[in-house]
């Protein structure tokens, strides 16, 4: 993969203060942006600035809770009064607290708040987001979106309702910008991450559940905050400048295999039978 590929680029990354957000916007820069980290968490945000910068990137931390219409207009008038331009928005920001996730839960059991705040967060700030980065983006003709969404969004799940329909709305509002905007040089994708838990959330899994996911992975590993931002920096780069209105799956084929693999394997190694 070329090095700096997006030389003389401004990108914001939504939620970049820690996780695949804070990778994603170090990628971006070592790749040669010029980049907007920005997070609800401003010392967060400061410190991935501070680091990229100390390291020879450009990056600056705005504060912005993607929900709010006026923060997420402020947050790009400030962009563009530093940088001059936006030509990626990589909107990675979801609502992930450990109190959001015991209460979005199955559907006759769903805190309604919490499906309220989901749809706010992820959503609808992901719709605020491209609103005025489109905006920019138009001015110059040309710009990437990327958003990030989930397996979830694309397969039933025993929880998380309200993250998994707000995941799966992304892949559709992403396909309507590119729809609109395409012929005016603007793309627009959907990232579907599968797990690529960053090494300090390795702790919170239990090892039994982590085996079972690995299980279903066709790669050796899970994935890894890294292997995600790269595929990031490609769909804002003009190394896709033919991928738009796509969902692009980088999940390590944990989707992409028959439900029945892991236990076909098991049998197979119980009875000795040879199944491939
Ligand atoms: N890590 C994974 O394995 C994985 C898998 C599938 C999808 N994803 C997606 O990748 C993205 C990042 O996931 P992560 O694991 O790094 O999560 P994370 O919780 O570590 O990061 C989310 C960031 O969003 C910020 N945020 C929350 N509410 C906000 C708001 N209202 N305004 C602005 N910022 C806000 C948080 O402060 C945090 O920095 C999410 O969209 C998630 O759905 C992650």
Redesign the pocket.
Known sequence: MSERKLDGRVAIV????????AESARVLAMHGASVAI????LD?AREVAAEIESGGGRAFAVQ????SEGDVAAMVAAVVDRFGRVDVLYS?????SVEQRQRDRDVANMDVEAWDRAMA??LR?AMLCAKYAIREMLKQKKGSLIF????LGAQGDLSLSA?AAS?AALMMLSKSIATQYGKEGIRSNALQ??????EN?HGSMPPAVIQILRDNHLTPDV?SPRQIADVVAFLASDESSFVTGTTLVADGGFSCHTPSLVAMKALFAQTGAKGM
């Open positions: 939504t939620g970049a203060a820690g996780g695949l957000g920005t997070d609800i968490d967060g912005a809770d993607v929900s990675n920001a979801a609502i992930l967060v992820n700030g990030a969404t989930s397996g993250y995941k991450i599968g797990l690529a838990p960053a959330a994935g």
